[in-house]
């Protein structure tokens, strides 16, 4: 368990809504990851933040943005959500020491209407 | 960040050893390889990470050439509950390279 929780866990909204999913960390760590998962693309990286104010773009960016105004929250929103942005998201962080790597959260299924 | 290439799926059954192979043949000198776990509407699961030779725990074994170009992810016994998507990624942290590429990973499903 590496101490993150995404919130909300499902959401439905309609198109042109604007959305925010929110991670929350507990560990402390400087690098956190916002990505997609979607049936035959696998998981893709949407942005990714290595310090309170620090982002940058992901693979798969265009109609997201994020923000992180302290070390424990990373914030992702859709400005206008779009059916194509139907998608389970998952946030991760980096976690150093014996195992080096990424450790994901429990993801947020969301339906754009 | 290297690309991996692993089969798309494999079958078993129930008590039987399973191995999936990955090969990475651009991996570069530091990076590690980590195998991930992912069952429907989780996030992925790590497994187990590796440098070279062979790495082994609780849950797995990893298998690491000399080389370095391919890696194998050996589950010994599976059950039906070790029916999921099992990706493997190469990358490094430092030198502000903290970035995974996932691949579609291999649907692992385990017959009774």
């Known amino acids: 368990d590496a101490g993150i929780t995404q919130s909300p866990r499902h959401k439905v909204t309609e198109t042109g809504t604007p959305v925010t999913l929110r991670c929350h960390q507990t560990?402390?760590?400087?690098?956190m990851y916002w990505y997609r998962q979607d049936p035959g693309h696998g998981l893709r990286l949407i942005h990714y933040?290595?310090?309170?104010?620090?982002?940058d773009k992901g693979e798969v960016s265009d109609g997201y943005s994020v923000s992180r105004s302290k070390t424990e929250d990373f914030l992702l929103t859709l400005e206008s959500a779009t059916s194509s942005q139907t998608s389970v998201y998952f946030c991760?962080?980096?976690?150093?020491?014996?195992?080096?790597?990424?450790?994901f959260g429990p993801g947020t299924r969301l339906t754009v209407l | 960040l290297a690309k991996t290439t692993q089969p798309i799926s494999m079958d078993s059954y129930e008590g039987q050893e399973v191995n999936i192979t990955c090969s990475h043949n651009?991996?570069?000198?530091?990076?590690?390889i980590t195998w991930y776990q992912q069952f429907p509407s989780q996030g992925p699961r790590f497994i187990i990470q590796?440098?070279?030779t062979k790495v082994t725990n609780e849950v797995a074994s990893l298998f690491i050439p000399a080389d370095r170009k391919s890696s194998t992810l050996s589950l010994p016994r599976v059950s039906l509950s070790d029916t999921a998507v099992y990706y493997c990624?190469?990358?490094?942290?430092?030198?502000?390279?903290?970035?995974?590429?996932f691949g579609k990973g291999t649907k692992l499903s385990v017959i009774p």
């Open positions: 991760a962080i980096w976690r150093g020491g014996s195992t080096d790597t990424q450790y």
């Open positions: 560990e402390n760590h400087r690098y």
């Open positions: 933040s290595y310090g309170v104010k620090d982002t």
């Open positions: 651009n991996i570069a000198t530091n990076d590690y």
């Open positions: 590796g440098y070279k």
């Open positions: 990624l190469v990358g490094r942290s430092g030198a502000g390279s903290y970035q995974l590429t």
